[in-house]
């Protein structure tokens, strides 16, 4: 991979284009030539708006931590050495951005829960259409709202982002010691919630049965 | 430990089903970022210029095509949105080694300090305490901004203009135009700044003036407004200026923008 500067140079930039040249690598982990800013966004928007999810940015602050990591990708591009994925470091800047959000997020008062219409059983049934993908999906926030951050973070990158524990241990800046040992308490404390929330359904389904999809 | 079939099963829809942005939702981030990052290439080329931080990206590839040192008018928008993200940024995986502030030279100082009031002026948003941004950086959908009023954020300046203008072109007007034209809305206003901070009053007028006329929903209008309002105040012409000054503060209350303006405006 050409180094970060090298790149840069290559890209001399054009106010009147109103491209902005980043030294960066098309596509997750791909080795395209780089191109512009704009290209980062549109090869990454995805990936960052997923991925904030998963760190537990909800909807209504969803589109302005997006924004927000690709400020901060943008303004600490110098800083991107070149050495990971372009994707690795994003991950990393989208966990700091949604630990701040989260953190605003727990200061307010609480908003009324969806949890109460979430149902173990019926979410992990039949996953595979539409809706109960959708319903799967809320039921998989629900538990991972349940980790702390230090266990999400990891959980998530490592179980549905799909990072190696060294490629993790790049993009927070933990040592991968600690990533594997994170990884190990947060797949126990994921399968904990999911106990707590069969043993729930279990108790509604006692007390009336659950509701049909 | 092995997963259970439930935890496996959510996974694996999670995986296959994952959450994506909506297109109106993309192309109105993008449009967000491009402006931010615009003015913010601003920033950092014209706090670089000429100084021992030379060798950040902007200045690296300042030589090139990209003069934007010579474009300090978009500080408006920079210094404000890194201000902000400076904040929230994790030293560790972000060092602030682009920090903007404090070094500028040259004609870039001027630009950056006219500008810099401005910027503070902007910091509009009386539901956040923390976060200073270009009204060009709003983002549309005010609920969503309202909700996460006090976490980091990249937009503030309630222009509400602007704020109209940005929505009803957010799908048709390419990011590419609005970054030139933010950039020579943003010098304008800047040299009319500048003209009012020197007591050349009829001077700002007038480039406040062409301001209206060149740029009439342009992203930064509320701002301009006040500058005219206090020009004009600083000329004499109370009445009018007061009631522009009126509007300013009617608009946004109890912001330090709505105080300069009272302030020039008695």
Redesign the interface.
């Known amino acids: 991979m050409p180094t970060p500067?090298a790149l840069?140079?290559v890209?001399?930039?054009?106010?009147?284009?109103?491209?902005?040249?980043v030294?960066a690598t098309r596509g997750s982990r791909s080795t395209t030539p780089p191109k512009t800013?704009?290209d980062l966004?549109?090869d990454h928007?995805?990936l960052v708006?997923?991925a904030l999810?998963?760190f537990g940015v909800s909807e209504?602050?969803?589109?302005?931590?997006?924004?927000?990591v690709?400020?901060?990708a943008?303004?600490?591009?110098?800083?991107f050495e070149g050495k990971s994925a372009l994707s690795t470091?994003l991950y990393?800047?989208a966990a700091?951005?949604a630990r701040?959000?989260r953190?605003?997020?727990r200061?307010?008062p609480e908003t009324p829960t969806e949890d109460a219409g979430l149902h173990?059983?019926s979410?992990?049934?039949s996953?595979?259409d539409?809706v109960?993908?959708?319903e799967?999906?809320r039921?998989?926030h629900a538990?991972l709202d349940e980790l702390d951050d230090d266990k999400r973070e990891v959980f998530v990158l490592a179980?549905?982002e799909?990072l190696t524990a060294p490629e993790i241990s790049t993009s927070l800046?933990v040592n991968v010691n600690t990533i594997y040992a994170r990884l190990?308490a947060a797949?126990?404390a994921?399968?904990q919630a999911?106990?707590r929330r069969?043993a729930k359904d279990a108790r509604q389904l006692q007390k009336g049965g659950l509701p049909c999809r | 430990?092995p997963?259970?079939?439930?935890?496996q099963?959510?996974?694996?829809?999670?995986?296959?089903?994952?959450?994506?942005?909506s297109d109106e939702?993309?192309t109105?981030?993008?449009r967000?970022?491009?402006r931010?990052?615009?003015a913010?290439?601003g920033a950092?080329g014209a706090t670089t210029a000429g100084t021992a931080a030379a060798?950040?990206?902007f200045a690296?590839?300042a030589g090139?095509?990209?003069?934007?040192a010579a474009?300090g008018g978009v500080v408006v928008g920079g210094r404000a949105?890194?201000s902000s993200?400076e904040s929230?940024?994790?030293p560790?995986?972000?060092?602030a080694?682009?920090s903007t502030s404090t070094t500028v030279v040259g004609t870039s100082r001027e630009t950056s300090e006219a500008l810099g009031s401005t910027s503070t002026a902007a910091n509009l948003d009386p539901t956040s305490d923390r976060v200073v941004a270009s009204s060009a950086l709003r983002?549309t959908?005010t609920?969503?901004?309202s909700?996460?009023a006090?976490?980091?954020?990249?937009?503030t300046a309630p222009s509400k203009p602007a704020e109209a203008n940005i929505t009803s072109d957010a799908a048709s007007a390419p990011?590419?135009?609005s970054?030139?034209v933010l950039?020579e809305e943003a010098a304008l206003l800047a040299s009319a700044q500048s003209a009012l901070g020197k007591g050349q009053a009829a001077r700002a007028l007038e480039l406040t003036n062409e301001h209206e006329t060149r740029f009439p929903k342009g992203a930064l209008s509320f701002e301009r407004r006040a500058v005219h309002a206090m020009a004009l105040c600083a000329l004499g012409r109370g009445t009018e200026g007061r009631r522009e000054a009126q509007a300013i503060v009617d608009r946004a209350p109890g912001t330090p923008l709505a105080e300069r303006v009272s302030a020039a405006c008695p």
């Open positions: 500067n840069r140079s890209n001399a930039p054009s106010a009147a284009g109103g491209v902005i040249p030294a800013f704009d966004y549109d928007v995805d708006w997923r999810r998963r209504p602050g969803l589109e302005d931590a997006v924004q927000e690709f400020i901060v943008f303004k600490k591009l110098d800083t470091w990393g800047i700091y951005v701040n959000v953190r605003s997020q200061r307010r173990l059983t979410a992990s049934d996953p595979e539409e109960g993908a959708a799967a999906l039921v998989l538990l179980e549905l799909g800046g190990r797949r126990a994921f399968e999911v106990v069969r | 430990m997963m259970s079939p439930e935890a099963a959510l996974l694996k829809a999670a995986r296959k089903h994952p959450d994506r942005p939702a993309r109105r981030m993008r967000n970022v491009m931010a990052v615009s913010g290439a950092v060798q950040t990206l690296k590839i090139g095509a990209l003069v934007v474009l949105l890194f993200s929230s940024v994790d560790k995986n972000a060092p080694s682009t983002t959908a609920p969503s901004a909700s996460v006090s976490s980091p954020r990249i937009a990011a590419v135009e970054v030139d950039k």
